[in-house]
């Protein structure tokens, strides 16, 4: 009879990507740096690996480090998509630098999210949480905050980017309305 050996490898990979400025209030000009971090958690390497990261259009890719080297051929691009070769147990550590994009139509407070996958053949298998900010209204060219003569980017001191609010309990779906979680 006919004996056929097929190797499978276990693709057991997390990925994490924080910012420094993840739920803050950002503006023209100012810098946003993403770090992800990608950790091949199986005992065996894996390649074909590929990071995919969608940078919004608000933002200018400006450099993309990828495990200590700066890698010029991204740069400018805001459609990320970075081959990645893991050991067993490794780590790969990617930044992407980027500078928020002046826009003459924005007149009021935007809210942006990014978030990256990391593909395996070309099927995802890890997915990082979303990193999220509001970008101001730019200032027009007499000093006005966005041509609303300074007012307050129609965003309140409420907003999830003061950090200061935080909503906890429970929450189901009370099927017969008789207010117990049944």
């Known amino acids: 009879s006919n004996n056929i050996e097929d190797n499978v490898k276990v693709a057991d990979i997390s990925a994490e990507m924080t910012s420094n400025i993840d739920g803050q209030y950002v503006k023209t000009g100012d810098t946003?740096?993403?770090?992800?971090?990608?950790?091949?958690?199986?005992?065996?390497?894996?390649?074909?690996?590929?990071?995919?990261d969608t940078i919004?259009?608000?933002l200018s890719v400006e450099k993309v480090i990828i495990d200590g080297e700066e890698n010029d051929e991204l740069k400018g691009e805001n459609k990320l998509i970075i081959s990645l070769d893991t050991k067993?147990?490794?780590?790969?550590?990617?930044?992407?630098i980027t500078v928020v994009n002046y826009s003459e139509a924005r007149d009021e407070a935007e809210t942006i999210t990014n978030s990256a996958s990391v593909k395996f053949t070309g099927k995802e298998i890890a997915k990082t949480a979303?990193?999220?900010?509001?970008?101001?209204a730019d200032d027009d060219n007499n000093g006005n905050n966005g041509g609303n003569n300074g007012q307050d980017n129609k965003v309140n001191n409420s907003d999830i980017a003061t950090g200061n609010k935080a909503i906890s309990g429970i929450a189901w779906y009370d099927e017969n309305s008789d207010g117990k979680k049944d």
């Open 32 to 52: 946003i740096e993403y770090t992800i971090k990608i950790k091949n958690n199986a005992e065996n390497s894996l390649k074909n690996l590929s990071l995919e």
């Open 56 to 58: 919004p259009s608000n």
């Open 88 to 96: 067993e147990k490794s780590e790969s550590l990617i930044k992407i």
């Open 130 to 136: 979303e990193i999220t900010y509001i970008i101001v």
